[in-house]
């Protein structure tokens, strides 16, 4: 991206077969420190299943659920990332869940016009 090229890839979406083309998404760090928001990009296709992302369960067989996003911003968590606490402790931001342990979870619009003015200041 900092060479001004296009990056595209796919992203667990865990059980949500809801994302369309277009829809707007934020990706968020979970697991270990810093955690929070560390991307943003647009759907460009629609879930779809493939081997799973764990080589193990792929071996077994298992499947997974994909979508295919175009990023528009795409941070180094250890350098800078929108903080999961700065999330949860904000008025509006923290009307959101941010907690989850699945993929493709759905912000509520109010908190998404927030998300996005202060996305733009990273």
Same mark, same amino acid.
């Not at 810093?34 to 296709?45: E, H, K, N, Q």
């Given at each position: 991206?900092?060479?001004? /090229? %296009?990056v595209?890839?796919?992203?667990?979406?865990?059980r949500?077969?809801? %994302?369309? @083309?277009?829809?707007?998404?934020?990706?968020?760090? &979970?697991g270990? $420190?810093?955690?929070?928001i560390?991307?943003?990009?647009?759907?460009?296709?629609?879930?779809?299943?493939?081997?799973?992302?764990?080589?193990? +369960?792929?071996? !077994? #067989?298992?499947h997974?659920n =994909?979508?295919?996003? &175009? =990023?528009?911003?795409?941070?180094? @968590?250890?350098? !800078?990332?929108?903080?999961?606490?700065?999330? +949860?402790?904000? @008025? *509006?931001? #923290?009307?959101q =869940?941010?907690?989850? &342990?699945v993929? #493709?979870?759905?912000?509520? &619009?109010?908190?998404?016009? /927030?998300? $996005?003015? %202060?996305?733009?200041? *990273?």
């Amino acid at each position: 991206m900092a060479a001004g /090229e %296009i990056v595209t890839s796919r992203w667990g979406c865990g059980r949500n077969k809801h %994302i369309q @083309p277009g829809d707007r998404l934020f990706m968020l760090k &979970q697991g270990t $420190e810093p955690r929070g928001i560390f991307a943003s990009g647009t759907a460009v296709s629609h879930p779809f299943a493939a081997p799973h992302w764990d080589e193990e +369960k792929a071996a !077994l #067989g298992v499947h997974t659920n =994909y979508v295919k996003l &175009q =990023y528009d911003t795409l941070l180094i @968590p250890e350098e !800078l990332i929108l903080p999961r606490d700065l999330l +949860k402790g904000h @008025p *509006i931001l #923290g009307r959101q =869940y941010w907690d989850t &342990q699945v993929s #493709g979870t759905a912000v509520k &619009q109010a908190v998404l016009v /927030e998300l $996005e003015k %202060i996305w733009q200041t *990273i």
